[in-house]
């Protein structure tokens, strides 16, 4: 099984700045499978990006992915108020234990 | 707009079966495109695939659970679900159905509102 591992748990930014969020697998993850997901308090997870930097239907483009094999990046560029959540990666089968995003 | 809903018993009694059922509005289920399955989360921590589920019948189980669950399909009713068998507190967790993307991508797109499941006597 493949471990995902996000990094870091809690990253403390502030409105405004830029926020780098970080997936690294146990072995290499094709990047047409890796997807990021948004999850707010008492919500369903909702989709950002898939294909590790392909932008879901309606996503602001603050947000962006990148990455390969096994090291992956979430990208917010500048961070509205709205976007402190926590943030999961996902590979077919196992999801990163998730960061939580959260002003400072 | 595709919907998801799932419905079933908030209260779990420990050794006992969890059953669930996902109802698909605003799409068909038997769409040759999409795989459907089920992600679940205990208060406070992350998420966990538990399976997946085409409208043939042919299903993916989280290895970790594979003795414990079946997914099935109803496309007569736009409908799948899920049981869980033997829970314990462990399993106390909301349960999401969502519909998969798994073809050329993998991703879950179209989420249910979720449902708490509460394992206890």
């Known amino acids: 099984e493949i471990v995902l591992t996000q990094s870091p748990g809690t990253l403390s930014l502030s409105p405004g700045e830029r926020a780098t969020l970080s997936c690294r697998a146990s072995?290499?993850?094709?990047?047409?499978?890796l997807a990021w997901y948004q999850q707010k308090p008492g919500q369903a997870p909702r989709l950002l990006i898939y294909?590790?930097?392909r932008r879901a239907t309606g996503i602001p483009d603050r947000f962006s992915g990148s990455g390969s094999g096994t090291d992956f990046t979430l990208t917010i560029r500048r961070l509205e108020p709205e976007d402190f959540a926590v943030y999961y990666c996902q590979q077919p089968g196992t999801f990163g234990q998730g960061t939580k995003l959260e002003i400072k | 707009q595709l919907q998801l809903q799932e419905s079933g018993p908030g209260l779990v009694k420990p050794s006992e079966t969890l059953s669930l059922t996902c109802t698909v509005s605003?799409?068909?289920?038997?769409?040759?495109?999409?795989?459907w399955g089920w992600i679940r989360q205990p208060p406070g921590k992350g998420l966990e695939l538990i399976g997946s589920?085409?409208?043939?019948?042919?299903?993916y189980y989280n290895p970790s659970l594979k003795s414990r669950v079946t997914i099935a399909v109803d496309t007569s009713k736009n409908q799948f679900s899920l049981k869980l068998s033997s829970v314990t507190a462990a399993d106390t967790a909301v349960y999401y159905c969502?519909?998969?993307?798994?073809?050329?991508?993998?991703?879950?797109?179209?989420w249910g509102q979720g449902t708490l499941v509460t394992v206890s006597s």
């Open positions: 294909g590790a930097s």
């Open positions: 605003g799409g068909s289920i038997s769409s040759n495109s999409y795989y």
């Open positions: 072995q290499s993850v094709s990047s047409s499978y």
């Open positions: 969502a519909r998969l993307v798994s073809s050329d991508w993998y991703y879950f797109d179209y």
């Open positions: 589920i085409y409208y043939t019948g042919s299903t």
